[in-house]
């Protein structure tokens, strides 16, 4: 099944310092998305950045898409211990109908004060 | 959290007994999943609803079996239940036309 990998798999970083994650997927996609999970917590919905988008922000968050890469990152900048966490990017194949989002292994961001 | 809730919250049970997981919504939403979570391997889909009555597998579904006969209950069932399906498992709805999903708080469940 089509899958997005999130590189790298784990990523410490100092308070105030950006932390970048980037996710790789394998054939066109309509849209990408980015979730976030706090440890023992469901997943939460970030941003999502169409196929014709090349940039997005929300907030201290920045998503770019490469679709010639077939590659997204996401950029958090000023991180803070609450953005420790694990992010995962996710795709949905074909992207139409009843396709579900499969999501990759995730990124470990560990954010120390 | 989009009105998603998941029952139980936590579940030990043995080897071989059959194990039901409840997951409600309030908005009314079609599609609704089952994802099981396990270190090492991200979240991985088990099955899908895209209506009443209407479900599909996903990557993962052997050994379960779901059930949707109401639009805000999506039931999934390990018949007998095995050690291998020791894991964190997340339903999911959603909304609107562009595929953002949105998460219970997650069941965990053991089987020894």
């Known amino acids: 099944s089509q899958q997005g990998e999130e590189d790298p798999q784990a990523l410490s970083i100092q308070e105030g310092e950006n932390a970048t994650m980037n996710c790789s997927y394998k054939?066109?996609?309509?849209?990408l998305q980015w979730y976030r999970q706090n440890s023992g917590r469901g997943l939460v919905h970030l941003i999502l950045?169409?196929?014709?988008?090349r940039e997005k922000h929300s907030g201290r968050l920045r998503v770019t898409l490469d679709t010639s890469k077939k590659s997204s990152s996401l950029l958090i900048t000023a991180s803070r211990a609450a953005d420790t966490a694990s992010y995962f990017c996710?795709?949905?194949?074909?992207?139409?109908?009843?396709?579900?989002?499969?999501f990759g292994k995730g990124t470990r961001l560990s954010v120390i004060a | 959290d989009a009105g998603i809730t998941q029952s139980p919250r936590h579940k030990v049970t043995e080897t071989g007994t059959p194990v039901t997981l409840r997951c409600h919504q309030t908005?009314?939403?079609?599609?609704m999943y089952w994802y099981r979570q396990d270190p090492g391997h991200g979240l991985r889909l088990i099955h899908y609803?895209?209506?009443?009555?209407?479900?599909d597998k996903g990557e993962v579904s052997d050994g379960y079996s779901v059930s949707r006969s109401k639009t805000e209950d999506f039931l999934l069932t390990l018949e007998s239940a095995t050690s291998s399906q020791t894991s964190v498992y997340f339903c999911?709805?959603?909304?609107?036309?562009?595929?953002?999903?949105?998460f219970g708080p997650g069941t965990r469940l053991t089987v020894t």
């Open positions: 999911a709805i959603r909304r609107g036309p562009t595929y953002e999903q949105y």
């Open positions: 054939t066109s996609i309509n849209n």
């Open positions: 950045i169409r196929s014709n988008e």
């Open positions: 996710a795709t949905a194949f074909p992207p139409s109908g009843n396709t579900p989002l499969v």
């Open positions: 908005e009314n939403h079609r599609y």
């Open positions: 609803s895209y209506g009443v009555k209407d479900t």
